[in-house]
Structures are given as C-alpha cells and as structure tokens.
C-alpha cells in the first residue's frame, strides 16, 4: 500500500467532506458492499478513452474500491455531470500512463503507486 492507512482516515473524516463540499473535485458514488450505504469519495478521475483511471494511492484493498469492485458499477461526478461507470478492472503502471492523456502529472515514484482502476462509461 503506497500511502499509510491511517492517512486515509484522516482524509476520509477530514479532507473528503471539504472536497465534496467544494465541488472542484470528481465524486465517485458508490454503494456499499456490506452496508448497502451509497458513499460519495472524492478522487483523481483521469478520462481515457471510453471511460476513467483512478490512481489508487491507498491501493486496491481500499473500502471504495473493494465496493465498486463488488458491485460492478459506480457513477462519477464530475464538471457538474453524472456518467454510469462500468466494468471495474484493476490495471498496472505502464497500461495506465499509457492511456493517461499527454501532459497529465502521473504520480511521483516515491508513492510507489503500482495500481490504477479503469472504468468505461455506460454508453447511453
């Protein structure tokens, strides 16, 4: 896991409310796996052909990502739109930055970030 787990749960309490109130940032909403509550997680959403990467700076086993892989969908909003996302698959580096549009940051290696979700928008 490149970042610490007890970060995300400082961004989570702390920083997510602020993102979301803000509305500057893509909103992934997502329903639980267990819980069956609908979260909405602030996130980096890079559109790529037919879809969106997400950079998993906590990696795959986060609670978000663990739920949109159970339910095999989520909705993202993002420059006041909803888009249906579908078809969750975990991709590596090198197929990630290769489908990151030219002059996108791509995150630092010292993050260690080695996971990327990629998601296609329901077509409709």
Not at 48 to 66: E, Q, T
Not at 70 to 99: H, N, Q, S, Y
């Amino acid at each position: 896991m490149p970042m610490p787990k007890w970060w995300g749960h400082v961004n989570k309490r702390v920083f997510n409310p602020r993102a979301i109130a803000g509305g500057k940032w893509p909103v992934l909403i997502h329903v639980g796996r267990v819980s069956g509550t609908t979260y909405h997680t602030p996130l980096d959403a890079h559109p790529v052909a037919g879809g969106y990467l997400f950079v998993l700076v906590y990696g795959s086993g986060s609670d978000w990502v663990r739920n949109v892989m159970a339910a095999e969908r989520a909705r993202l909003r993002v420059e006041g739109k909803e888009v249906e996302l579908t078809a969750p698959r975990l991709i590596g580096r090198d197929e990630a930055f290769g489908a990151m549009p030219e002059g996108v940051a791509r995150p630092p290696r010292v993050l260690r970030i080695s996971e990327f979700l990629r998601m296609d928008v329901v077509a409709g």
